[in-house]
């Protein structure tokens, strides 16, 4: 279930546990078109056939394509009314403790950390984030991103 809020009561989330996201699957098409996107074509990636016999028994996520999928998931966890402007102000913290074979799902957690004003008329948001593996004993994803909201 999404948390909604208006810009004013952001503070008020403060070491607020979001929940999870919906599960998403990282297919092997989206998988290559990151590979496209990014120049990076690693047979690990891509390359189904020869992947079988690699370390991981199949195909992986790129790490970086991991990371992207905080966002589309978090949009899941918490919307914001009343701003004109959301940037991701960066992260603090990021670690992949288990690869993403393709065609695995992924759900995100979250827990709003800290919550500070930023000039401009801005909230920053520190946020904990989980990105699970159904089925998996260690997450794909623990990382801590900085989120900027503007009215």
């Given at each position: 279930?999404?948390?909604?809020?208006?810009?004013d009561?952001?503070?008020?989330?403060?070491?607020?546990?979001?929940?999870?996201?919906d599960?998403?699957?990282?297919?092997?098409?989206?998988?290559?078109?990151?590979?496209?996107?990014?120049?990076?074509?690693?047979?690990?990636?891509?390359?189904?056939?020869?992947?079988?016999?690699?370390?991981?028994?199949?195909?992986?996520?790129?790490?970086?394509?991991?990371?992207?999928?905080?966002?589309?998931?978090?949009?899941?966890?918490?919307?914001?009314?009343?701003?004109?402007?959301?940037?991701?102000?960066?992260?603090?913290?990021?670690?992949?403790?288990?690869?993403?074979?393709?065609?695995?799902?992924?759900?995100?957690?979250?827990?709003?950390?800290?919550?500070?004003?930023?000039?401009?008329?801005?909230m920053?948001?520190?946020?904990?984030?989980?990105?699970?593996?159904?089925?998996?004993?260690k997450?794909?994803?623990?990382?801590?991103?900085?989120?900027?909201?503007?009215?």
């Amino acid at each position: 279930m999404t948390t909604k809020v208006s810009f004013d009561e952001l503070k008020t989330l403060a070491g607020a546990d979001l929940g999870h996201s919906d599960w998403f699957e990282v297919t092997q098409e989206r998988i290559n078109t990151f590979a496209d996107a990014t120049d990076d074509h690693q047979w690990i990636h891509v390359d189904v056939e020869k992947a079988k016999d690699g370390p991981f028994g199949g195909t992986i996520a790129h790490g970086y394509l991991t990371l992207s999928l905080i966002i589309p998931l978090w949009t899941n966890l918490l919307d914001v009314d009343g701003v004109t402007t959301k940037v991701n102000y960066g992260l603090n913290k990021v670690r992949f403790p288990a690869p993403v074979p393709a065609g695995a799902r992924l759900r995100l957690g979250g827990r709003v950390a800290e919550v500070e004003e930023v000039a401009g008329n801005g909230m920053q948001l520190t946020v904990d984030v989980v990105l699970e593996i159904e089925n998996g004993g260690k997450p794909a994803c623990v990382a801590q991103p900085v989120l900027r909201f503007y009215a």
